[in-house]
C-alpha cells in the first residue's frame, strides 16, 4: 500500500473515532486495553479531551493568511511542526517493528519523536531511523540506580539532544480495564533498553503493583541536570509553583502532562493548568503541553494559551497499529494540516501570533 492511499483515508475521517475503532478491531484485547486505558473512573483521560472542546476560539479577520509556518525551533532543534510524539513504552504490542515504525513516521512527518525508557527496540536501531532528524530520550529514574549513567551516555553517545524525565508515576495507577483484558508478559516483547532486558510488563501488571518503581525527588533532578550530557526536560508537571522549581533547579523546558490519565484519576485536564504553568515559568524555560489533544484547533489553543509544543499519545498507537510507520505519518499529517487550516481560519498565519486571547473558557 503507498502512503497516498494511507494518508488519504487517515485525512478522509473527520476524527480519530474511525481509526480507533479500526486499531481496537485489529489489536489483542489487552494490547487495545493498555493503549486506551484511564486510570479508575478514567475521569482524568475523558476530561483531558473535553477540557480543550470546551474552550472556544474568538478569530482574527482580514489577516493575511496566505503562507502558514508551522515551524518551531524546540530547545534550539528546528523541526517543521509544533507536534511531537508523546513517549509511549511497548510499542511492540502495537506493531512487530515496534519504535523502529514509531521512528520512521515521525521522521517522513518532520517531527520531533521523544522515545521511551519502555521501549522494545534499542535505542541505537531507533536512532538509526532517525537520520539527522532530533529526537529526545524519556528517562524513568528506576529504584535501582545501578545501569542508569551508563543508559544516559548511551542515550547520548546515539545522538539524543534532550532527556525528559517523567515525574508523575514514581507508582502505577490501577486500571479497572486492564485488569479485565490482561497483558501476559512474553519473551518476544522485552524492555530492552533496560538493564537484563526484562519481558514487558504493562504499568497495570498486578507485579507492578504497589511499588515505587521510579522513586525520583528534586534531589534527582539536581543530580541528573549536572550529570546529563544534554538538556534536561521534566515531564509530568501540573502546577505553576512545581514548574518555576523545575526550572530553578536547571531543566530547561516542562512538559504540562497528567500521563494521559493514566496513573492519578480525577487530576485536572492539562488544558485546565496549562496557564497557571506558563505563567509562572515566565518565559524562562519552554512549555509543552499533551493530554487529550485531537484536533488541530486544540493545537492552536495549547499554543495560544503559551505552549510553544503539544505531544500526541494514544492517536500515534491507533496509526501505528493499524498501519506501521505510514499510520504514524498520518496522524501527525492530518494534524497538522488541521493546524493549519485552525491558524488560517483564526487569521494567525505565524505561531508567535497565538495569544491567550485568541481563547476563552
Ligand atoms: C500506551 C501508553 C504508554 C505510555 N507510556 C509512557 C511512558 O513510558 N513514559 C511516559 O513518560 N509517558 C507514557 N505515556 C504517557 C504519554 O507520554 C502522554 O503523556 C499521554 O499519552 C498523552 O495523552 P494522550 O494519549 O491523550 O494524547 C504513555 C501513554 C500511553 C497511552
Known amino acids: 500500500m503507498g502512503v497516498a492511499t494511507i494518508r488519504e483515508e487517515a485525512v478522509d475521517c473527520v476524527d480519530f473515532d474511525a481509526l480507533e475503532e479500526e486499531a481496537r478491531a485489529k489489536l489483542p484485547a489487552p494490547s487495545f486495553a493498555f493503549c486506551a486505558t484511564g486510570a479508575d473512573d478514567e475521569i482524568t483521560a475523558r476530561e483531558n479531551v473535553t477540557a480543550w472542546q470546551r474552550m472556544r476560539l474568538r ?10 509556518d508551522t515551524s518551531v525551533r524546540l530547545l534550539g532543534n528546528q523541526v517543521a511542526t509544533p507536534i511531537m510524539i508523546a513517549p509511549m513504552g511497548r510499542h ?14 515521525a521522521t517522513a512527518a518532520g517531527a520531533l519523536y ?44 546515539a545522538g539524543y539532544r534532550a532527556l525528559v524525565l517523567t515525574v508523575d508515576n514514581q507508582v502505577y495507577g490501577s486500571s479497572p480495564r486492564q485488569m479485565r483484558a490482561p497483558f501476559i508478559p512474553s519473551p518476544d516483547i522485552r524492555s530492552v533498553n533496560m538493564p537484563g532486558a526484562p519481558m514487558a510488563r504493562t504499568a ?15 534531589r534527582d533532578l539536581e543530580w541528573l541536570v549536572k550529570r546529563a550530557p544534554m538538556d534536561v526536560v521534566v515531564k509530568g508537571v501540573q502546577r505553576g509553583d512545581d514548574a518555576a522549581r523545575c526550572v530553578e533547579l536547571g531543566a530547561k523546558a516542562v512538559i504540562v502532562s497528567n500521563h494521559g490519565g493514566r496513573h492519578l484519576d480525577t487530576a485536572m485536564a ?11 515559568v515566565a518565559g524562562k524555560a519552554e512549555v509543552y503541553v499533551d493530554g487529550g489533544i485531537r484536533r488541530g484547533t486544540d493545537i492552536l489553543k495549547a499554543l495560544s494559551i503559551g505552549a510553544r509544543a503539544v505531544l500526541i499519545g494514544r492517536p500515534i498507537l491507533w496509526g501505528l497499529a493499524t498501519r506501521g510507520a505510514n499510520g504514524v505519518q498520518a496522524v501527525l499529517e492530518h494534524l497538522r494540516e488541521e493546524l493549519v487550516r485552525a491558524m488560517q481560519l483564526s487569521g494567525v498565519p505565524r505561531l508567535a501570533e497565538a495569544k491567550r486571547d485568541l481563547v476563552v473558557r
Not at 506493531?95 to 514509531?102: I, M, N, Q, S
Not at 497495570?204 to 528534586?218: C, R, S
Not at 492539562?270 to 505563567?279: E, P, Y
Request: glycine residues 6%.
Open 114 to 157: 521523544v522515545f521511551a525508557t519502555s521501549a522494545n527496540v534499542l535505542l541505537e536501531d531507533a536512532a538509526a531511523e532517525r537520520g539527522s532528524a532530533p529526537q529526545w530520550f524519556q528517562l524513568y529514574m528506576w529504584a535501582d540506580r545501578n545501569g542508569l549513567e551508563p543508559l544516559i551516555d548511551r542515550v547520548a553517545a
Open 92 to 105: 511492540r504490542m502495537f506493531h512487530t517493528e515496534g519504535e523502529r515504525a514509531t521512528a520512521r513516521g
Open 59 to 68: 478569530p482574527h479577520v482580514l489577516c493575511d493568511i496566505s503562507n502558514v
Open 270 to 280: 492539562t488544558a485546565d493548568v496549562l496557564g497557571d504553568v506558563v505563567d509562572a
Open 204 to 218: 497495570y501488571d498486578p507485579e507492578n503493583q504497589g511499588k515505587v518503581l521510579f522513586p525520583t525527588t528534586w
